[in-house]
C-alpha cells in the first residue's frame, strides 16, 4: 500500500500508536536527524522492511556537516523532487552532503544497514534513478561549486554541479569543455555515462576530457582515481555510471575556446524533411570535426510539423559558412538563426522546452551510420504528435577516434546516438504517451546497436550493451561494490 495513503487511513492512527516504526508518519517535531525522537521504516537493498533506529538515525546527523532531512523538514519536498514529474518518491532519509566527509558517512550508514541508497546529482536521471522510497538518498545538491585553473587548463567541479556551472567558469577563462545541451543537467550522471555535447566532436566526450575524479566507494574510503592512481577505477567510472562509488569531484581538461561562436539552427516545414535528411544522411560521416549539426523532428503545440538543424561551428566562422552552404541552399526554410553568437545562447536555449517537473519518457539508441532506410524510416516514425520528438546527439569525430576499450563507454563507432523524447504535463497520459513514445521508437530499432545507458529508461539488461567492457567494468564492480549498494543506475551486478 502506498505509505501516503496508509498514513491518511484511520487504520494507521490505531496502528501507529502500538508500532513506534510507523510513528515517524505523524512526525512533526524531528524534520532533521539529530532530532530523531523515532526510529523510521526503511527500506533493504533487497526490498526488505528494516528499521532505521533512532539513536543511530541521529548519529548520522551528528556526523554530518549538512543536515539529514526527514519528512516533514520544510526542505524535504524539494530535495526529493528531480526533473523528471514521473518520479515522486519519498526517501526515509535524505542526507544532504556538504563535502566529501559527509558523503562518506552518509555510505557507511547505508552500507552497514545495506540500506537502499540513491544518489542525487543534478537530479536529472530520465528513469528516477537518483531517488527512491524508503531507502537513504545522498544528496549532492549543496556541492555545486566548479572552479578553475586557468594556467593549467582545468575545471574542477563537485560531484552535484550543473553543466551551466561547468561552462560558465571555464568560458569565463577563454576556455571551454564538453558539456551537455542542457545546462541544468548534472555533471555528475552526465560524466559518469560518457557526456555527448556539442563539442565532442573536435574534443571528445565528457570522459574523454576526464582526468582525475575523488571517489567515495562503498566501503566509505575517499580515494582519488586517476590514470596514475586507481586506474581500474579511473577506467570504470568513464562510462560505467554510478556503479562504484559517489564522485564527489571531477577534474576536466578545458581547451582555449572563442565562445562568440557561429552556431543556431535552421527550420524547414516537415514537408521538407526528406530532401534536408537525405542531403544530411549523405554528408554527416563527411563533416569537419569543428562542425555539429543535428536534425530533429517535431510538432509545435498547435500542430506545425518542423525539421530543425542544431549547427555549431567551433572554428573559423569563414569555414563555418562555407561548410554550412550546402544544407542552407535546400529547400526552404522558415527560419535561418545561424550567426555570429554566445556559445552559452545554444548551450540555454532549450532550458525552458525542458523544464523541471514535465513528465517525460525517452528512448535511445546508438546508430553506426545513416542510411536511405533509416532515413525513410524516421520519416515514417514522425507522427505528428507535439508531445514527441526525433531528435539526436551527434558523435563522430575525436567521439570515434578513441579506443573501444580505452575507456569504459563502448560505443565509439557510431555516427549519432538518436533519441526519442516525449514530454507531457498531466498524470493520466502517462501510460499512452509512453506507448506512444515507444511505437516510434520501435519503427527505429532496425537500425540501432546498443544504447546510451544515460538516457536509458526501460532497459533492464545492461551486459550485452557494455560489450567487451563488460568484463572489465565486472571486475571493478566486484572490487569496489561487492555488496552491490550503488544499485541504482544501469546496474552491473557484482555476482
Ligand atoms: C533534459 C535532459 C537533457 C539531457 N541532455 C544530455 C546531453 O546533452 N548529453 C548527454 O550526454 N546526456 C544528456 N542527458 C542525459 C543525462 O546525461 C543523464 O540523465 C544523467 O544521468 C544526468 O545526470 P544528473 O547528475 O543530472 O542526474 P541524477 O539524476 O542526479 O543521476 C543520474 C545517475 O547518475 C548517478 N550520479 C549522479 N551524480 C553522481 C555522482 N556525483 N557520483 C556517483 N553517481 C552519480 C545517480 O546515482 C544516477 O544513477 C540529458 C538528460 C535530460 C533529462
Not at 554550412?324 to 535561418?336: H, N, V, Y
Amino acid at each position: 500500500m502506498d505509505r501516503r495513503k496508509f498514513c491518511k487511513s484511520a487504520v494507521a492512527a490505531g496502528v501507529a500508536a502500538s508500532y513506534p516504526l510507523l510513528s515517524g508518519c505523524g512526525r512533526s517535531e524531528t524534520p532533521v536527524a539529530t532530532s530523531a525522537n523515532t526510529s523510521i521504516r526503511g527500506i533493504s537493498l533487497d526490498g526488505v522492511e528494516i528499521e532505521l533506529e533512532k539513536a543511530a538515525i541521529k548519529e548520522l546527523g551528528e556526523s554530518m556537516t549538512g543536515p539529514v532531512l526527514l519528512s516533514g523538514h520544510p526542505d524535504y519536498d524539494s530535495a526529493r523532487t528531480i526533473w523528471n514529474g514521473m518520479h515522486d518518491k519519498r526517501p526515509a532519509l535524505i542526507a544532504r552532503c556538504m563535502n566529501s566527509e559527509d558523503v562518506s558517512n552518509a555510505v557507511t550508514f547505508a552500507r552497514e544497514r545495506e540500506l537502499l541508497t540513491a544518489v542525487r546529482g543534478g537530479g536529472h536521471s530520465w528513469p528516477g534513478k537518483s531517488i527512491c522510497d524508503d531507502g537513504l538518498m545522498i544528496d549532492l545538491s549543496q556541492m555545486n561549486a566548479v572552479t578553475v585553473d586557468a594556467e593549467a587548463k582545468r575545471a574542477h567541479a563537485q560531484g552535484g554541479a550543473l553543466l551551466n556551472a561547468l561552462d560558465a567558469n571555464a568560458l569565463e577563462h577563454g576556455l571551454v569543455t564538453t558539456a551537455g545541451v542542457i545546462s541544468h543537467t548534472g555533471v555528475g550522471g552526465f560524466t559518469l555515462g560518457a557526456g555527448f555535447g556539442r563539442l565532442n566532436r573536435k574534443y571528445g566526450l565528457a570522459v574523454d576530457n576526464l582526468r582525475s575524479a575523488e571517489i567515495v566507494t562503498a566501503d566509505g574510503k575517499i580515494r582519488r582515481a586517476s590514470e596514475e592512481e586507481n586506474a581500474d577505477l579511473f577506467w570504470a567510472i568513464r562510462g560505467g555510471g554510478g556503479n562504484f562509488g559517489v564522485v564527489t569531484s571531477f577534474e576536466f581538461q578545458l581547451h582555449p575556446f572563442e565562445r562568440n561562436i557561429f552556431s543556431g539552427g535552421i527550420v524547414w516545414p516537415v514537408e521538407q524533411a526528406r530532401d534536408v535528411l537525405e542531403y544530411y544522411a549523405e554528408h554527416a560521416a563527411s563533416l569537419s570535426d569543428e562542425m555539429y549539426m543535428g536534425p530533429t523532428l517535431l510538432t509545435t503545440p498547435d500542430g506545425a510539423g518542423l525539421i530543425a538543424m542544431d549547427i555549431v561551428y567551433n572554428g573559423d566562422p569563414v569555414a563555418g559558412e562555407k561548410e554550412l552552404e550546402a544544407l542552407r541552399k535546400i529547400g526552404t526554410p522558415i527560419d535561418d538563426g545561424v550567426k555570429m553568437q554566445d556559445y552559452m545562447v545554444m548551450q540555454t536555449n532549450q532550458d525552458a522546452a525542458f523544464g523541471h517537473g514535465v513528465r517525460s519518457y525517452a528512448k535511445n539508441a546508438m546508430i553506426k551510420e545513416w542510411s536511405q532506410g533509416l532515413v525513410d524510416a524516421m520519416l515514417d516514425a514522425y507522427n505528428g504528435d507535439p508531445r514527441i520528438f526525433i531528435t539526436n546527439h551527434v558523435a563522430g569525430g575525436a567521439v570515434k577516434r578513441v579506443g573501444e576499450l580505452d575507456t569504459a563507454f563502448p560505443h565509439r563507432n557510431a555516427e549519432i546516438m538518436l533519441v526519442i523524447v516525449s514530454g507531457w504535463m498531466d498524470p493520466a497520459q502517462d501510460d499512452e504517451a509512453i506507448a506512444a513514445t515507444r511505437e516510434v521508437y520501435a519503427k527505429l530499432d532496425p537500425f540501432t546497436g546498443g544504447y546510451y545507458s544515460n538516457i536509458d529508461t526501460d532497459r533492464a539488461k545492461v551486459t550485452g550493451n557494455y560489450g567487451p567492457a563488460f568484463e572489465r567494468l565486472h571486475a571493478a564492480k566486484v572490487q569496489y561494490d561487492p555488496g552491490n549498494l550503488f544499485r541504482l543506475n544501469s546496474n552491473i551486478k557484482p555476482t
